[in-house]
């Protein structure tokens, strides 16, 4: 909450000093125009009205319904015409929301989520003509007083998301979902507080959510659960366009670019307009009267907007409007709002972007324990492969503030080391220690500047530490590293870079004592900042991510020089963001397979032909499970990718990913075990053992 109230001051205060044109931009709200409405439902049953929705018809437009919000009367239901055509007993709502096309038995259905304040219950229903039948597998409690509610679907996934918003400023964000029976459940995602009560809230195709903070102002911040909320203040009262209060919020989506953000502004009496195509630039109001009549209602309650055309008398869609005073809600025309306003508008929904440019979408089948360290601590993975019993697999990983994991492939902690702040982590088999083959991993050591150094212990799976003493790195903060091990003479090496443009190689030898010690072999040098990398053993090629600018391949051998080839660049390849971050390589056999990047910037993993000219061959985002009660990953750093069959869901192999935002619920930041068989079926790559 401290940087929810940190921002409102901050903005607050920019508005102030840029002026901002506040006073002169609100003007008499009886300059705005007057629009009659072109329709208005029956008082509601109980004389009181809070909020309304749009249910279309598939294949009558003018067939379509009115939901609406009759408090202790539930919810009712209307024509066009505004005559009311039925009830539903739903508790005290108040407030609702809908989404269309929802997938569930076999079929796609509308989705009313609204807000029984009897018990502060969300409810689910489904739409079928003129009725509603509850849809929910359980009450879903929300623990706060609750005000408003709006849906998201994400346009990754198509996961349908519910945003309640509540009284003492909360935003709760669930995942809806289906169960086994055809029934809807939800998890809680995360929660975002504010420190003043909220209204509204609605949700675009994009990704925005705005939310209606009475007395602050609008907000908007992504409706992504794995991203930053971002927010961005809208408009405030006194500074911007809005009088005294904001009230309900709606979003209208036409042709000829006409996306808006439709807010009440509820002292003034009015409804503003806001330009979601120029950064929600205001661009005009208007006030609203009843059919026929010139007197403007006193104050616009919640709102709702349908871009579809909805027959002759709403061609452009409608614009519902609570009327609190007339317990009744106002049906205005978006062709009548445009025609005041001299606006552009036509039936929509708008084109929300082309699926192709989206990436794949696989979930997580298992995530770790969280760290033990708050903030940004998970950063590196690493996969042993059990040599005769795949179940028994581990994944080794860095907590970069506190020491280093050792998880089953349950997600379980088998062990842990606090031996300083170990930032990346990598292993190799069959290095050659005191006449015996030992599986050797190494880590960055913040702590101290060094390379950490242990045996894993194979019985017990256990890391034992066989450092030869401190091995320094002489770096100033070593945190990228990656071995290699040569394919014929079996020397082992490893790479670390600082926090320079420096990386440097060292060989491992076996010290003569049942310890390893670090040689220096070589120094290379880049033009800006790197981190992740992994080396290829089979064609001796280093893979190395520098950081903003590109992907690079060298070689891997200690006189391989500074010849640097790209495989990528930033700026070259709409689909990659930087950083890039944590890579790894599927091994197909023969030289082929995968390489595998995180492009930290949009949350997904770039994938790459690790034989020939090693083209682009797409990306993808590891998004949430609900049923199994596991988010997607975000900002990852560090990932790791193997081939092996690691047991049970992993036969053909695995990427485990560092989840930079570890949500629903939120915790600690932590792991997340990806079957590579998801991953070939969702980009079309090949899997060993096929």
Not at 30 to 42: E, G, K, R
Not at 431 to 449: I, P, W, Y
Request: net charge negative.
């Amino acid at each position: 909450m401290k940087s929810w109230l940190l921002f409102n001051l901050l903005v607050s205060a920019a508005l102030a000093t840029a002026g901002c044109a506040s006073n002169a931009g609100n003007g008499d709200p009886d300059d705005a125009p007057l629009i009659a409405a072109v329709a208005q439902t029956d008082a509601t049953a109980t004389g009181e009205a809070n909020a309304a929705v749009v249910v279309r018809h598939p294949s009558d437009a003018a067939r379509s319904r009115i939901v609406a919000t009759a408090a202790l009367g539930g919810l009712e239901l209307y024509d066009l015409a505004g005559k009311r055509i039925g009830s539903v007993p739903a508790g005290e709502v108040a407030a609702l929301d809908i989404s269309y096309g929802i997938a569930l038995a076999g079929g796609q259905v509308d989705v009313v989520a609204a807000i029984d304040t009897t018990h502060n219950h969300l409810r689910l229903f489904t739409v079928d003509d003129a009725s509603l039948m509850e849809a929910g597998a359980r009450p879903l409690p929300l623990g706060f007083a609750a005000e408003g509610v709006c849906l998201f679907r994400n346009p990754l996934d198509s996961a349908l998301y519910a945003f309640v918003v509540g009284d003492g400023g909360e935003i709760d964000q669930q995942i809806i979902y289906a169960t086994a029976d055809g029934k809807l459940d939800a998890r809680q995602v995360r929660r975002i507080n504010l420190p003043s009560p909220l209204k509204q809230c609605v949700a675009d195709a994009l990704g925005n959510v705005y939310a209606s903070e009475e007395t602050v102002g609008i907000w908007r911040f992504s409706a992504d659960p794995e991203a930053d909320v971002a927010a961005t203040l809208v408009d405030a009262p006194r500074l911007g366009h809005i009088d005294e209060e904001v009230g309900g919020l709606a979003l209208y989506d036409g042709t000829d670019g006409a996306r808006w953000l439709l807010a009440s502004d509820v002292s003034a009496g009015r409804v503003n307009v806001y330009d979601r195509n120029r950064e929600d630039a205001f661009i005009g109001a208007f006030r609203v009267a009843a059919p026929a009549q010139k007197q403007a209602i006193g104050e616009p309650g919640p709102l709702f907007a349908a871009g579809a055309a909805l027959g002759g008398a709403f061609p452009s869609g409608l614009l519902l409007v609570t009327d609190e005073d007339g317990a009744n809600y106002k049906m205005l025309s978006f062709a009548d709002i445009a025609k005041q306003l001299k606006l552009a508008a036509g039936p929509g929904p708008a084109a929300s972007g082309a699926a192709a440019d989206r990436p794949a979408a696989v979930t997580a089948l298992v995530e770790t324990t969280p760290v033990g360290s708050y903030g940004d601590a998970a950063d590196d993975p690493a996969i042993w492969a059990h040599p005769s019993d795949p179940a028994k697999s581990l994944v080794i990983a860095t907590d970069k503030k506190a020491g280093l994991y050792v998880y089953d492939m349950q997600g379980k902690v088998v062990q842990f080391l606090a031996d300083g702040k170990m930032n990346n982590v990598d292993l190799r088999d069959d290095f050659m220690l005191g006449g015996e083959k030992v599986t050797l991993v190494t880590a960055s050591n913040r702590t101290d500047q060094t390379i950490a150094i242990y045996r894993l212990d194979i019985g017990k799976r256990l890391l034992v530490n066989v450092a030869d003493g401190p091995q320094p790195t002489g770096l100033g903060d070593p945190y990228g590293l990656c071995m290699y091990r040569h394919k014929d003479g079996g020397r082992t090496y490893v790479f670390i870079n600082g926090d320079d443009t420096r990386k440097r190689q060292w060989e491992l030898v076996d010290a003569g004592n049942g310890r390893v010690r670090a040689e220096l072999v070589r120094d290379m040098t880049f033009d800006s900042q790197t981190e992740g990398c992994v080396a290829d053993d089979e064609t001796a090629a280093l893979y190395v991510g520098e950081e903003d600018v590109a992907l690079w391949r060298l070689s891997a051998e200690p006189g391989g020089g500074d010849l640097k080839e790209t495989v990528d660049r930033v700026d070259a390849n709409t689909a990659i963001k930087d950083d890039l971050e944590g890579m790894g390589l599927y091994d197909l056999g023969d030289g082929r397979g995968y390489l595998v990047v995180s492009s930290q910037g949009n949350d997904s993993y770039a994938v790459y032909r690790r034989e020939g000219k090693q083209e682009y061959l797409g990306s993808f985002s590891v998004v949430a499970d609900p049923v199994r009660g596991i988010d997607g990953i975000s900002e990852t750093d560090g990932l790791d990718v193997t081939s092996r069959n690691l047991g049970p869901g992993f036969e053909h192999g695995a990427m485990i990913a560092q989840d930079g935002r570890n949500v629903m619920p939120v915790e600690n930041q932590n792991y997340k075990y990806v079957p590579w068989e998801a991953i070939a079926r969702a980009l079309n790559l090949e899997m060993r053992g096929d």
